[in-house]
């Protein structure tokens, strides 16, 4: 009933919505004589906040048309390179002859869609072949296309880099935040099998590999009530007409109530600037408050089975680092892992995935410690890992040259 009371609660807004843009644009028409005075621009500022408030907001586009390679501007184009119900695995084909390596960004599953990595991929297009795992909203899978969860996601993981390593070249692979798990899942599977195609190296950032270490807000909420009460209280079925309809999800509206919550102080401050900006006029800062905000509150619905298992396996039992993660009836040894290069990424100020949380990989892969690295960015919360200044000018380079250090064929 949940997802069903919030979708007739955005139906029922739905004339108002438009009935406020409509006002907000005829009172800041230039054409509108009143549109200057104080009382248009307040009562416009308002309407936009409202609307800003009511609408949905669908999947942004990356909008990566091109990227400069040893000094010369080339065109990007993007282009599904394999189709998969829970997931298209995008690359950004650049218009060039420059051979580089393969390089898979795994984009963590965890409510926001993966554009939310657009300057982590702006960043590593120059120097690589660049490919993402773009997934898909579950509201919009059927049922006949069966359940996800993480044995699943461990299985496209590895799908994607047979797909990478098909030229003779091992691909190097990034993973953001949550796939952190998952990836060295699957690189383990792949090492202990002697796949031709397993990763030459592992860049994994701000993940949850040992959630005992240094725990925050979400490791909290997660281990303090049990798993029932999560599939009681957070898991609901899609409503119709979506084409998941009677899919179980965990909604990504409720995943969005948890982001916001846990900054609210933060979130209720820049939307009061934001007010205050539309009625002075600042287009700069209003631009740069919509642009992120079109983001953050673009949201998609994750598959239950494989939400709970994240809450179960990574965040209550630590099921990896204790050394008791099964992948199906197999249990997973990550120190199979010796050939594969590992980077593990912190921020200082991460209140996400805690330090020590990443590091922690480094106990269970045994490559030689010349194929180890880990560094902590200071003055840099979970997104000024993979975005921002400090991710431009101090993690990216370091990223590429670990990258290209430890550049094999298979």
């Known amino acids: ?5 919030y979708e007739m609660t955005h139906a029922a807004l739905a004339p108002m919505r438009e009935m406020a843009r409509f006002s907000r644009d005829a009172l800041g028409n230039s054409a509108n004589p009143l549109s200057s005075s104080y ?40 282009e599904i390179v394999l189709n998969l119900p829970f997931c298209n695995l995008l690359r950004f084909k650049r218009d060039t002859k420059a051979k580089s390596q393969k390089l898979l960004i795994v984009a963590p599953l965890s409510g926001h869609y993966a554009t939310l990595l657009r300057g982590t991929v702006t960043e590593m297009l120059p120097d690589h072949d660049v490919y993402i795992t773009d997934w898909t909203d579950c509201r919009d899978v059927p049922l006949s296309e069966g359940e996800f969860d993480l044995d699943d996601y461990t299985d496209y993981l590895i799908k994607f880099c047979e797909l990478l390593g098909e030229g003779g070249e091992r691909p190097a692979v990034l993973a953001v935040c949550q796939p952190g798990v998952p990836m060295l899942v699957a690189a383990s599977l792949m090492a202990e099998r002697g796949d031709s195609f397993r990763p030459s190296s592992m ?26 009460w999560f599939e009681q209280n957070v898991v609901t079925k899609v409503p119709w007409p979506n084409a998941g309809f009677m899919r179980k999800v965990y909604p990504g509206f409720l995943q969005l109530s948890g982001f916001m919550s846990m900054n609210m102080e933060r979130h209720v401050d820049a939307h009061k600037d ?4 539309l009625i002075k006029g600042d287009g700069d800062s209003t631009d740069s408050h919509r642009k992120f905000y079109d983001e ?3 949201v998609m619905d994750l598959s239950a089975g494989y939400y709970l298992q994240t809450i179960e396996r990574i965040f209550q039992k630590r099921l990896l680092a204790e050394g008791a993660y099964y992948y199906r009836d197999t249990l997973v040894d990550p120190s199979k892992i010796t050939d594969i290069a590992l980077l593990t990424v912190e921020g200082e100020k991460d209140d996400i995935t805690g330090l020590g949380q990443t590091e922690a990989a480094h106990k269970l892969v045994k490559s030689p410690k010349d194929m180890h690295q880990h560094y902590v960015q200071e003055g840099v919360g979970h997104y000024g890992v993979f975005n921002g200044s400090r991710w431009r000018s101090k993690i990216a380079p370091l990223a590429k040259a670990f990258i290209a250090k430890h550049r094999a064929n298979g």
């Open 274 to 277: 934001h007010f205050q900006n």
């Open 39 to 78: 009382g248009a621009r307040v009562t416009a500022a308002s309407l936009d906040m409202f609307v800003k408030a009511t609408k949905r907001y669908t999947k942004p586009e990356f909008e990566l048309t091109s990227t400069v390679i040893d000094g010369v501007e080339v065109a990007v184009t993007e």
């Open 296 to 298: 953050y509150m673009a």
């Open 1 to 5: 009933m949940l997802y069903h009371t």
């Open 203 to 228: 860049t994994l950032m701000g993940a949850p590999v040992d959630t005992a270490m240094n725990p925050q807000k979400p490791n909290e909420l997660a281990t303090t009530k049990p798993l029932s």
